[in-house]
């Protein structure tokens, strides 16, 4: 289908349907320099087995379509074209596309909650998720990633004019798990897409999320929290593209790191056009080193083409656990282990407050606290 090259941003250069023009990484690009590539089991070079089971099964509200369809469907890729090779990878090999549409003017009764479970890493395996909300409907949806698996796949998140979608992705794979996922969300006019990633488990873990607006007054808040331990690679690149006037966009995504190895990558990337005045965007990325050997890297980036924004900002900050706050918290009586975990559980609590699904935000929190306790 050809190659649509976007010449301005070097992180996101191309994007195309065909797997021929995407070279197999040599891990010196910009976009694979901090993915240990030897770990990827083959998804970047197709030498991996299509022998792996992956099993997605939806437990809609009740006002919610879904459908399982092939390839040929229009709706699936019509929002997102796949951006490096092993998006392209998994584009080119999912068998069946899962369709989930909630209707126009509709509200969700309830969650959408989609389960995919790994049943063994031997072998990979690809798929393929649109969700669609039509114009002025509402929803909240729970993607919820378990077992063992290696695992490829895209997911589109298409939004009318006025939709609002609330998503929560959790990460929770088993210690042998890997998985490379692109999240792409298209905004249509004062759409609103709220997104909440949490990634826990695996032996790697590389997410890209990404947004694109379709029509002014769209607006994206895009969180992240995630707890790398000993030998883990939890990897998360994000874009946001403002290429609409009067659109805005907040990114807040916090990490913890403890043990030998471990190690987390955040890469943020806003790109504001010339024809995208009056955005408003800002971009922020925490690291909490926990322990000696664990790494964090992070790189935020901002690209501006138009003097004419409302307000255009990006930070980010690593480091370990402030002496004195722990120091405060023991001259009052409180034990060193007891004062760390207060710590760090008031370091993500302002955004685990942002999970609007109890049961997820219960989930979280015990994560959190079964992680301290290691």
Same mark, same amino acid.
């Given at each position: 289908?050809g190659l649509?090259?976007?010449?301005?941003?070097?992180?996101h250069?191309k994007?195309?349907y065909?797997?021929?023009?995407?070279p197999?990484p040599?891990?010196?690009e910009?976009?694979?320099?901090?993915?240990?590539l030897?770990?990827l089991?083959?998804l970047?070079?197709?030498?991996?087995?299509?022998?792996?089971?992956?099993?997605?099964?939806?437990?809609?509200?009740?006002?919610?379509?879904v459908?399982?369809?092939?390839?040929d469907?229009?709706?699936v890729?019509?929002?997102?074209?796949?951006?490096d090779?092993?998006?392209v990878?998994?584009y080119?090999s999912?068998?069946?596309?899962?369709?989930?549409t909630v209707?126009?003017?509709?509200v969700?009764?309830?969650?959408i909650v989609?389960?995919?479970?790994?049943n063994g890493?031997?072998?990979?395996t690809?798929g393929?998720l649109v969700?669609?909300?039509e114009p002025l409907?509402?929803?909240? +949806?729970?993607l919820?990633?378990?077992?063992? @698996?290696?695992?490829a796949? $895209?997911? #589109?998140f298409?939004? %009318? =004019?006025g *939709?609002?979608?609330?998503?929560v992705?959790?990460?929770?794979?088993?210690?042998d798990?890997?998985?490379?996922?692109?999240?792409?969300?298209?905004?249509?006019k004062?759409?609103?897409?709220k997104?909440?990633?949490v990634t826990?488990?695996?032996?790697?873990v590389r997410l890209s999320?990404?947004?694109?607006?379709?029509?002014?007054?769209?607006?994206a808040?895009?969180?992240?929290?995630?707890?790398?331990d000993?030998?883990?690679?939890?990897?998360?690149?994000l874009?946001?593209d403002?290429?609409?006037?009067d659109?805005?966009?907040?990114?807040?995504?916090?990490?913890?790191?403890q043990?030998?190895?471990a190690?987390?990558?955040?890469?943020?990337?806003?790109?504001?056009?010339?024809?995208a005045?009056g955005t408003?965007t800002?971009?922020?990325?925490?690291? +909490?080193?926990?322990?000696d050997g664990?790494? @964090?890297?992070?790189?935020? $980036?901002? #690209?501006?083409?138009? %003097? =004419?924004? *409302?307000?255009?900002g990006?930070?980010?900050?690593?480091?370990?656990?402030?002496d004195e706050?722990i120091?405060?918290?023991?001259?009052?009586g409180?034990p060193?282990?007891?004062?760390?975990?207060?710590?760090v559980r008031?370091?993500?609590?302002?955004?685990?407050?942002k999970?609007?699904?109890e049961?997820i935000?219960?989930?979280?929190?015990?994560a959190?606290?079964?992680?301290?306790?290691?």
């Open positions: 289908m649509d090259t976007k010449p301005l941003s070097s992180l250069g994007s195309s065909d797997l021929a023009d995407f197999v040599t891990g010196r910009e976009s694979w320099r901090f993915t240990p030897s770990r089991r083959g970047h070079d197709g030498t991996a087995p299509v022998a792996g089971t992956v099993v997605l099964e939806v437990h809609p509200a009740p006002e919610v379509s459908e399982t369809v092939g390839r469907d229009p709706r890729g019509k929002a997102y074209v796949p951006a090779r092993v998006s990878q998994a080119t999912f068998e069946k596309a899962t369709v989930i209707p126009k003017e509709v969700t009764s309830e969650p989609v389960d995919v479970r790994g890493a031997a072998g990979a690809y393929h969700v669609r909300v409907a509402q929803a909240v +949806l729970v919820d990633h378990r077992g063992s @698996a290696v695992y796949d $895209n997911v #589109e298409v939004l %009318g =004019e *939709a609002s979608l609330k998503v992705s959790l990460q929770d794979w088993d210690a798990a890997v998985h490379v996922s692109h999240h792409h969300a298209q905004l249509g004062d759409a609103t897409f997104s909440f990633v826990l488990g695996g032996d790697l999320p990404s947004v694109a607006y379709a029509g002014r007054g769209g607006e808040d895009l969180s992240g929290l995630y707890f790398a000993a030998g883990q690679h939890l990897e998360h690149r874009l946001v403002h290429s609409v006037p659109c805005r966009s907040n990114v807040d995504y916090r990490g913890a790191l043990g030998d190895d190690h987390a990558v955040w890469i943020g990337d806003v790109i504001i056009r010339v024809e005045t408003d800002y971009e922020l990325n925490r690291n +909490l080193i926990l322990t664990a790494r @964090a890297d992070s790189v935020p $980036n901002l #690209e501006i083409l138009t %003097g =004419e924004v *409302a307000g255009a990006h930070a980010s900050a690593s480091g370990r656990l402030d706050h120091f405060y918290l023991q001259a009052r409180i060193h282990e007891e004062a760390r975990r207060l710590v008031g370091y993500f609590a302002q955004l685990i407050e999970i609007e699904v049961e935000r219960a989930r979280v929190l015990a959190v606290e079964a992680e301290l306790a290691r």
